[in-house]
């Protein structure tokens, strides 16, 4: 089992929907959780960061997490075309090594 | 410079050559990562420097592969005898410790190996 899962997509919605990724991680230890964007043939670039339990807003971007689940969420509000990307979930524990541990990413599509 | 710089972005090598790829961090960060990232796949560590400690290369796929920071700040990754599985794009990231350790990504190297 991955560290950290991530449905691969296309996750395709239409033009100012909200679009919701999703991911699950595997270690307890975990403690700070990042959503990066990237698009094609780009590098990542950082979207959210969440440590605590709930939901952390900026803008049309909403990060969720919950520990007991094991699951962190980000929610695009008012989806836009330039919002497709591919979206990188990643944990990192925070003992020891401070590098982060990837997903997969989720494609998202956004339909105008 | 204002973002993390690597450089060379493309490198088309033949199989069994040796390749450095070089990493410039932001000005000031302590940190600094490699990660690979293979085609349709999330991002893969390799290897992570901090200050003047030893470098966690906890990462590192084989005995190819090593890195090394000079005077704390520039990086570079070497890959000897390169394989056509090392295909990749390596990407380079620097953080500044404390500040939640958010890390700000080069725009990567593309290695093709024939």
């Known amino acids: 089992q991955k560290e950290v899962e991530q449905n691969s997509g296309p996750l395709s919605v239409p033009e100012g929907a909200i679009a919701s990724l999703n991911c699950t991680y595997s270690?307890?230890?975990?403690?700070?959780f990042f959503w990066y964007r990237q698009y094609s043939g780009k590098s990542p670039e950082l979207i959210m960061f969440?440590?605590?339990?709930g939901d952390k807003e900026d803008g049309r971007f909403t990060a969720q997490l919950n520990k007991a689940s094991q699951y962190v969420s980000l929610l695009i509000r008012d989806s836009q075309p330039s919002d497709s990307a591919t979206y990188l979930c990643?944990?990192?524990?925070?003992?020891?090594?401070?590098?982060?541990?990837f997903g997969s990413g989720t494609r998202l599509q956004v339909q105008p | 410079g204002a973002g993390v710089s690597q450089s060379p972005s493309n490198k088309v090598t033949e199989k069994g050559k040796d390749v450095e790829l070089r990493c410039d961090p932001i000005s000031g960060h302590t940190a600094l990562y490699w990660y690979r990232q293979s085609l349709g796949q999330g991002l893969e560590f390799l290897i992570y420097?901090?200050?003047?400690?030893?470098?966690?290369k906890s990462g590192l796929p084989s005995d190819r592969f090593s890195a090394e920071r000079t005077g704390g700040s520039v990086s570079t990754l070497t890959i000897q005898r390169t394989q056509q599985e090392d295909s990749a794009v390596y990407l380079c990231a620097s953080s500044l410790m404390g500040g939640g350790d958010i890390q700000y990504f080069g725009a990567g190297t593309r290695l093709s190996v024939l």
């Open positions: 990643a944990q990192r524990v925070d003992t020891g090594r401070r590098a982060l541990t």
């Open positions: 270690d307890r230890g975990s403690q700070s």
């Open positions: 420097f901090q200050g003047n400690s030893a470098p966690d």
């Open positions: 969440i440590y605590s339990n």
